[in-house]
């Protein structure tokens, strides 16, 4: 995913450090917990994943840029799942969020919430995953260019 605005593969990227984008996530998903009314657990801890950004034609740059995925996760019973997501949607739609796709199954029971900021350029997954009883809590950036770096041009 990438905040650009157009098909120019050399328009200026955002600059934002490796450590204030983690920084940010832990801060957004911190949010995403107040929202859904749950605390966010240390078992299991948070997952931080960065990658390199692939551009439209799978280019990789050499330039340091980079994605940021950043999962946190809460513990609570799964009959509680959808309350607190719902929750969570409501409060992100009112933040510019745009729920792209909400989906309650009753059977097992589940949610799943997914959601792109448009202006800012991140996407936001809420989720029943396992181990049983847990909910996920995670955003995606879009393509960050370390500041002092030079943007690679193709």
């Known amino acids: 995913m990438s905040p650009q605005s157009n098909d120019n593969a050399n328009e200026p990227l955002p600059r934002k450090s490796r450590a204030d984008t983690l920084a940010w996530a832990k801060r957004y998903t911190s949010v995403m917990a107040h929202y859904a009314q749950v605390d966010i657990a240390q078992d299991p801890a ?40 719902r929750k969570l949607r409501a409060e992100l739609k009112k933040h510019g969020v745009d729920v792209s796709d909400y989906a309650e199954d009753r059977d097992r029971p ?45």
Do not use: M, W
Not at 117 to 138: C, H, M, Q, W, Y
């Open 46 to 85: 948070p997952r931080t994943h960065f990658e390199d950004c692939i551009g439209k034609g799978d280019e990789v740059a050499d330039d340091g840029r980079f994605t940021l995925t950043y999962a946190t996760y809460a513990r609570l019973p799964v009959q509680e799942h959808t309350a607190a997501v």
């Open 110 to 154: 589940a949610v799943t919430l997914y959601g792109k900021n448009e202006s800012e350029g991140f996407l936001i997954i809420a989720d029943t995953v396992k181990p049983a009883n847990t909910l996920r809590l995670s955003v995606s950036t879009g393509c960050f260019l370390p500041p002092g770096a030079e943007q690679q041009k193709f």
